[in-house]
């Protein structure tokens, strides 16, 4: 099978060269996932992904979503490959086999979404929410709620969604006015508008259970008063199976730039007729709850946005070495000289360059985050559970928005290597970036990302995680200069490390100063060179593993190996430079943004 | 009348405080444009533009152009506004008068180009391409060609395109196959295909004149045997009235990302009986010919993606200062804090004035090169106007490209300071960004524009241009040191310039030496960081001419003058470093970028 969607060689070499991920299965609980394990499961998920899921990608996008007679009806092609993948198990790939799981090593379940997500992230949507809701029952529910949803849920037999904007409170959520009257049976009656709910409605499930959040009467103003509730569609027959309509009403749906196969829709609850929903967890401790999912949504978005970068950067490459025009540089000067395939040409191959040092380094950073989640689980004593714990919580921000900025970028890119094709609707290219726009916005948008890695994570435990992410940088840096050929990269990762310790130092105090207003304004551009520094970590980890298999590679790995570290230098002495001067930047505190005054925006 | 579309105090800014536009009604050739005709100009142009075109644009984009029986229908709303743009002699608006023009100053049409154009560019390429091929009808047609054509395009009575593209030749245009034989009267029967023809059809004039690029029978190989041709979609009868059918063919239009109200057609040339066409200028000079199009098109290309940059700006600014949610981040621990407009928010506002930054940088790039083809028109003597030329060969490629991806970045700011609602259909500013992406990639995708500046611009008499701009670029930094506030800024520039004439002169030893592979690998990131300095230029002169102004400034001009040196400061201060970082990573030659194996680009 030709290369779609992601790079297979390099997903092995993420997962068996740098992580060696096999050696989780020396635990109990991984015990049958060895190598072989882990690449059929990878195999199958990209038969299904291939074969089943991408060529429903632009169906999804031309067909879209219709709302007719308060149902929302799905691209009629999505319906089988939901079924096949429910039937495959995908829904929950690292949870509980009692529930429906496959309680696989989550850096696996991303290798797997990968292809998932870059096939059809629309379509993904769908049981990605629905997980999470799933994992809310799973942490917060009782045990009669896991009964009654969990197992529909984790199967896919029911969607899920997430339901926390209105109209007033989209990115302030602690501002909602959805409320919850108490009912004498201990239910509640849910009286409220939302919207942007993905996957908010869809005939793909007979049941969707929504995750509500929503003000008990009473209780007090702002995120303290919150509290959740599941609120499904159609109430729950004594025997589990779904019955009369609860009253939750599909208003609208929107038409959006992109992911038009999946519904965006606005929901109603309650307003012609009674809604029901159940307390899910402990009253007025709605938004804790809610961030279990959030935090996983992030992951999630993260990896969608991913997603559309890997698959624009295969095409990329596919028509840059199919595409024949114009002539080599060196020859232009001949008398007939010969046409050449456009990867030949410098500028072409500096974009796929680019795109692939991106593309590389996210899909370890995505790969090695979920990896610390397998460790968590396998850790031994709590503090190394805590540890693992601080990097994960650390490395979110990073991920969702620094993630899903650089692959809005990969796409652009991955339309300018089609030149024209990559305009028009006849190829992948314009879908993927219409599509990953949406995912820098939702999810919280990538500024609130920022704010969280410089006003909670970065000072978070005396600072602890980032020191652990700094030791982390200096073992492979460590590893680099016992490698002859590596010794110049290795230093210049060290000065980009050193002083990215010194920024975030002088951020960090910053923000605790009478110029926290100067530190935040910097705090998208500080997540920028912080991940950037991240990237020219895995870039030296892939290069300190790869230079030495060079000279014994098997024929075909040579020019692999080669290009692990060709892409690594070209990160860390083409690209890094740049950050360098960004952080320079940093330590100016950016005080004109708020000298300026807000009349001048507009003379 | 509120601000839409472009900041009307700013464009004042430039043309008559930076650029004292109204100093050219001394001359006899403007002198009817003094300030009041020049601010008359602008409000009728800014009144047409907000009235009549703006309103159209949403339509353009949801019901698109619509090919029936061979004949291209534009949406209907494009009826009226583009009959009114007639009426009021916009198309050539610095042509010669005998021919339907206004003979206005190239700068003056700049702003209001602006202003069209960020209304709606689909609308506003059928009136441009229309002017570019009257341009060449004027430059390098017999008389009796400019007394059929030029009046009837100039007046938009007439359309225009630009022929190309072919299949198989995109870039490469010298690898095209359209021919043409010589007929005994003199003219030549054409017989070829091209596509991505803008313009190509429609149905807002009675006939369209195609400039075509096509090859006499036995003529050379490649661009040196390529001729241009004068083909009406009807042709001409004796009286110079529309007659017959030519046999031009529209055989489809393409479904693209955005720009939806203008046509992309494929046209078939004579594929069902005999398509004449007149030979324009002289044979096997076609190339030449149609460069002075193409360099028309690529400052037009420029002021699109500006257009589009300048309206999302706006749309941004008016936005996050009506929309209230969440509460100032010192306050936030308070007890009940009150929500605040989002422009409060310190990254909204980083964005905002980064968006600023670049859009009025960019509107001073735009109107300044302008100014410098009235200055050739007025030069007195073929040293000086060298001099303008030369300065416009160089600014050309910048322009193009660089403004092109700075455009479509703000649009994406644009989009995020919108948070959910910028990405669905209701609001503009996703479809700013969809129809902004051709931009980058049409009239010479922006790499091609990189490999001209390096290739070309640089050396061009033997680097005297580039000379120039530094020169320039030293006067305002040396009117900076005498402003003491500015000393600091004009302190950084002084840095920046320096460094950027180091490396541009490595860049241009480089690409002569044998490593010119590498150079060309780095062409683009070469042309963001001239582009850059550009910007700084200009930023710190306009903090040169606010300054001073501030303290004596009447009430309401206080806000701008300080927002202009607030923006300076921003961009040299915060921005300027991230330049001088990437210049570092230039002078490493981008050496990994070539040396990869082709092979490791998928493993």
């Not at 993420?14 to 992580?19: A, D, I, R």
């Not at 994960?392 to 969702?400: G, H, Q, R, S």
């Not at 969280?452 to 435990?461: A, P, S």
């Not at 692990?564 to 001067?581: H, R």
Request: aromatic share 8%; with cysteine.
């Amino acid at each position: 099978m030709a290369q779609h969607i992601a790079d297979r060689r390099d997903q092995d070499f993420v997962l068996h060269e740098m992580l060696n991920l096999a050696d989780l299965s020396k635990h109990e609980r991984f015990e049958d996932f060895n190598k072989k394990t882990i690449d059929m499961v990878i195999t199958e998920a990209r038969n299904l992904a291939i074969k089943e899921i991408l060529p429903t990608q632009a169906e999804g996008d031309e067909v879209g979503c219709i709302l007719k007679d308060g149902q929302v009806h799905v691209p009629e092609g999505f319906h089988k490959p939901y079924r096949l993948f429910c039937e495959g198990e995908w829904v929950a790939m690292c949870d509980d086999p009692e529930y429906g799981g496959q309680g696989m090593p989550k850096a696996l379940a991303m290798a797997a979404g990968e292809m998932f997500t870059g096939a059809n992230c629309s379509f993904m949507m769908y049981p990605g929410l629905t997980h999470g809701a799933g994992k809310l029952v799973e942490e917060f529910g009782t045990d009669a709620q896991k009964k009654t949803y969990l197992a529909n849920l984790y199967t896919g037999k029911w969607g899920g969604t997430m339901c926390l904007t209105e109209p007033e409170a989209g990115s302030d959520v602690g501002a909602l006015s959805t409320t919850a009257v108490r009912n004498d049976d201990g239910t509640f009656s849910i009286t409220g508008n939302k919207i942007f709910i993905s996957g908010g409605d869809q005939d793909l499930t007979e049941n969707i259970v929504h995750p509500v959040l929503a003000r008990i009467e009473g209780a007090p103003a702002g995120t303290k008063g919150i509290s959740l509730f599941l609120v499904p569609k159609y109430k729950i027959n004594e025997d589990g199976t779904p019955g009369e309509p609860n009253n939750v009403e599909c208003t609208g749906i929107e038409k959006k730039m992109g992911i038009h196969g999946n519904t965006t829709a606005s929901l109603s609850f309650g307003a012609k007729g009674t809604c029901i929903g159940e307390l899910l967890g402990e009253e007025n401790k709605g938004m804790k709850a809610m961030f279990v999912m959030m935090n996983e949504a992030r992951l999630g978005t993260g990896m969608q946005g991913f997603g559309f970068a890997t698959a624009s950067y295969i095409n990329a490459v596919n028509y840059a070495k199919e595409r024949v025009q114009g002539t080599d540089l060196l020859k232009m000067f001949d008398k007939n000289p010969q046409s050449v395939s456009i990867i030949k040409h410098p500028d072409v191959r500096r974009q796929l360059i680019s795109m692939k040092a991106y593309v590389e380094g996210m899909r370890t950073l995505l790969y090695y985050t979920g990896l610390l989640f397998d460790k968590v689980n396998l850790a031994e004593d709590e503090k190394e559970k805590a540890r693992y714990k601080g990097l994960i919580e650390l490395l979110t921000p990073i991920l969702k928005a620094y993630c899903t900025d650089r692959s809005f970028e990969v796409c652009a890119q991955g339309i300018q290597v089609y030149g024209g094709y990559g305009y028009i609707r006849e190829y992948p290219q314009e879908q993927l970036l219409r599509d990953c726009k949406i995912t820098s916005i939702y999810e919280g948008t990538n500024g609130i990302q920022a704010m969280d890695l410089l006003g909670r994570k970065l000072g978070m435990n005396k600072g602890k995680p980032f020191m652990d992410l700094l030791g982390e940088m200096n073992k492979t840096m460590a590893a680099a200069k016992e490698i002859e050929t590596l010794v110049p990269m290795a230093e210049k990762f060290e000065t980009a490390v050193n002083r990215l310790g010194e920024v975030a130092m002088h951020m960090g105090m910053t923000a605790m100063s009478e110029q926290v207003l100067n530190a935040f304004a910097a705090a998208h551009p500080f997540l920028d060179v912080t991940g950037d520094v991240v990237m020219a970590w895995f870039h030296l980890w892939r290069a300190v593993v790869a230079a030495p298999k060079i000279e014994k590679a098997k024929k075909k790995d040579v020019a692999y190996y080669q290009g692990q570290v060709s892409t690594a230098d070209y990160f860390i002495t083409c690209q890094l430079p740049t950050t360098l001067g960004k952080m320079n930047g940093l330590t100016t505190n950016y005080t004109p943004v708020m000298e300026m005054p807000e009349a001048a925006f507009i003379g």
